[in-house]
């Protein structure tokens, strides 16, 4: 189950030379340089090394963004030339992201649950009082709690797994959509999960549930909107230990009748690579769906989770 919270030890990828390089330098350059004058002279620049931004001018939405996999995707756009919003739950956490990412006026926090419909909407809408639109959108905020098999499940945790995830995506998304098809450039971004594709594990079944069903949103919001200049995709990706996952990966170990170490660790032996993967390899594949050069690509569910659904 790949979470969503805080991490400190990314570090700054404010500057062209930042941890994403590694990941992206291979993933940038997988595409001959010949296939049109604007994608070659994009991988160029980056073979060069050089400053183009790859997200000038535009602005990103993302939910959940202060830590964790959402905090490495918006240190990413930064990087890149973006201004960035976040939403989180709490101020204090909101406040020492924007103090710590020290982008300046670049980027902005606005306060909100992503489990209640208003805050998704007024995010979204704040996200455009402050800059003037919303190009991206990463739907990144989602969790669940109350681990149990379906049939001692209760509905507290059903419904808050239901609207954590799949409600959150949907409410976001179409808030942000109207603006995206008036300008015809728009790229949705959802966080799903290896989960989306797997059913191998007990008491998570209402996670399993919103993560397969956030597929199916991508897909349906693709299609309809593809005409229209909007990509959608999501990305899947395998554990990655955040401050989330801390805390709700201990709770599923604990369900499971087995410890947190011994949950990470088979994640890890599932996944072809053997490891869990890192908040920046999910930020490097956001990255590229993010930009001109991702346009090609909608509909898709990106796997990031190590070969673990092989």
């Not at 989602?142 to 409410?171: H, K, V």
């Not at 008491?203 to 597929?215: D, F, L, R, S």
């Amino acid at each position: 189950m790949s979470g969503t919270g805080a991490g400190n030890r990314l570090g700054s990828l404010a500057s062209v030379s930042n941890p994403l390089a590694a990941h992206l330098d291979p993933l940038w350059q997988a595409t001959p340089r010949q296939v049109c004058h604007n994608a070659g002279q994009f991988y160029v620049d980056f073979a060069k090394g050089g400053s183009v931004m790859r997200l000038a001018g535009r602005v990103a939405a993302i939910t959940g963004g202060t830590r964790g996999i959402g905090r490495g995707i918006a240190e990413a756009y930064l990087a890149e030339g973006a201004q960035v919003v976040l939403s989180g739950r709490t101020v204090e956490k909101g406040e020492r992201a924007l103090e710590e990412m020290n982008a300046g006026d670049n980027a902005h926090f606005i306060a909100g649950d992503a489990r209640d419909q208003a805050d998704v909407e007024a995010f979204v809408d704040g996200a455009i009082e402050r800059y003037g639109k919303v190009d991206i959108l990463v739907n990144n905020a989602g969790g669940s709690s109350g681990f149990a098999p379906i049939a001692e499940m209760g509905d507290e945790a059903w419904n808050e797994a239901l609207n954590w995830m799949l409600n959150a995506t949907f409410w976001g998304t179409r808030r942000a959509l109207p603006g995206m098809i008036d300008r015809g450039w728009g790229r949705i971004i959802n966080i799903s999960s290896v989960e989306g594709k797997l059913i191998n594990k007990t008491t998570v079944g209402h996670y399993i549930v919103n993560k397969q069903a956030i597929g199916a949103l991508t897909k349906v919001v693709a299609f309809e909107n593809g005409p229209l200049g909007v990509t959608c995709n999501a990305i899947l990706p395998g554990a990655v230990e955040t401050d989330l996952m801390a805390i709700t990966g201990r709770n599923a170990a604990e369900s499971m009748g087995m410890t947190y170490e011994e949950y990470l660790d088979g994640y890890a032996q599932e996944a072809a690579i053997k490891r869990i993967n890192t908040v920046e390899e999910v930020a490097a594949v956001a990255l590229l769906l993010a930009s001109d050069v991702g346009g090609g690509i909608t509909g898709a569910e990106v796997d990031v989770h190590g070969g673990t659904a092989l």
